[in-house]
């Protein structure tokens, strides 16, 4: 099938083109901040770097036309209650405007209004070029319970969107697995969605849930400079969304495979720190390997698929052979008896 439905429409939509000028001018007369912008890349946005001329770092935001008013606000009152909360969690800021807004309609030339809004910058090196580590894997598992700890009584009207990225909407990305050109990864990737439908789902209504950063990866997870296994910074609260807390464990905890440990031994260490801080329930345990490997197959299956409709887009590279047999390994490591044993015994 090669229709996407609604829950890919964001995806579909090409972000507008923005030039570093137009961003630089958007900075002056809306935020009163002189400096100069450095494109990066978004896979539904435009985002710059923005150095003010005083020295102080910022992103600026040109959100998706495509992208619901709601959304955008609900990640905009998660950092405010984050900051509220916990002042010191190593999150971005949301930079007021001089109105005390803190997100403004900008007029494209196409005729499209992009929401924009101004962030504080954390310096450090993201998590896929450090030197990677038990101890790091152990930090990242802290500072994500940490931020759930932080969200778990923030409440948003925008929570509960439909978004291709949380998990719990796996079974609908059979509908793009076209996209998989190997033979053997349509077959492992399908395989793995069979599982969930029948051992997932019928769970989720049980599980605990609530509002959550849903995308700790290796771009979004920022190591200090000068320690790896210090962690400075989790970024991006695009994907936002209420869902299964061992869903946003699960998927943190495939930026945590590296070349030094195993895919289940690394969700052992990852889980088991999480679990020190915010204890995991028996039923979330026993389904976390599952999960994470659903995650592996929604990521491959999504990054094919991005290539696919925006080639262009440097967000996503071109998945590999290479890439495409590391992930199903990963996926074959998760899904053994001796992975749920270790992640059992690293939960206590």
């Known amino acids: 099938m090669s229709q996407s439905t609604d829950i890919f429409s964001v995806m579909t939509v090409h972000a507008l083109d ?56 609900m990640q905009i009152k998660a950092l405010q209650h984050i900051a509220g909360v916990d002042p010191d969690l ?30 504080s910058w954390l310096p450090g090196t ?17 500072l994500l319970a940490r931020t759930q700890a932080a969200m778990a009584d923030f409440r948003h009207p925008g929570a509960g969107h439909e978004l291709v990225w949380d998990l719990k909407h796996a079974v609908r990305l059979r509908e793009v697995m076209f996209v998989l050109t190997s033979v053997v990864a349509r077959e492992r990737v399908g395989a793995v969605f069979d599982m969930f439908e029948a051992r997932i789902t019928p769970a989720l209504p049980m599980l605990r849930h609530q509002v959550l950063h849903n995308d700790m990866n290796g771009l979004n997870t920022i190591v200090d400079n000068a320690d790896h296994d210090r962690i400075a910074g ?29 895919a ?37 299956t999504l990054q094919s698929w991005h290539r696919h409709i925006q080639p262009h887009n440097p967000h996503y590279a071109p998945v590999t052979e290479q890439d495409i047999a590391r992930r199903l390994g990963h996926i074959a490591d998760l899904l053994t008896a001796e992975t749920a044993a270790a992640v059992r015994g690293a939960c206590g």
């Open 126 to 142: 993201n998590l896929m070029r450090s030197r990677r580590s038990g101890a790091q894997r152990v930090a990242c598992g802290r």
């Open 18 to 73: 923005v030039s570093t000028a137009t961003a630089e001018q958007v900075a002056l007369e809306r935020w009163g901040i002189a400096g100069h912008a450095k494109a990066l890349t978004g896979e539904r946005d435009r985002n710059f770097y923005f150095r003010a001329d005083d020295g102080r770092e910022f992103v600026l935001k040109f959100a998706n036309p495509a992208e619901d008013a709601g959304v955008t606000d």
């Open 234 to 262: 989790l970024i991006d609260f695009g994907d936002m969304v209420d869902t299964a807390v061992v869903i946003d464990v699960a998927t943190g905890s495939v930026a945590q495979f590296a070349p030094d440990i195993g």
């Open 90 to 119: 190593p999150v971005p800021r949301v930079i007021p405007l001089p109105d005390g807004g803190f997100e403004t309609p900008v007029a494209h030339e196409t005729g499209g209004i992009q929401r924009v809004r101004l962030l």
């Open 264 to 300: 289940g031994a690394a969700l052992a260490e990852f889980a088991g720190a999480f679990h020190a801080a915010r204890p995991l329930l028996a039923e979330e345990i026993a389904l976390l390997p599952l999960l994470s490997a659903t995650r592996v197959a929604i990521s491959l």
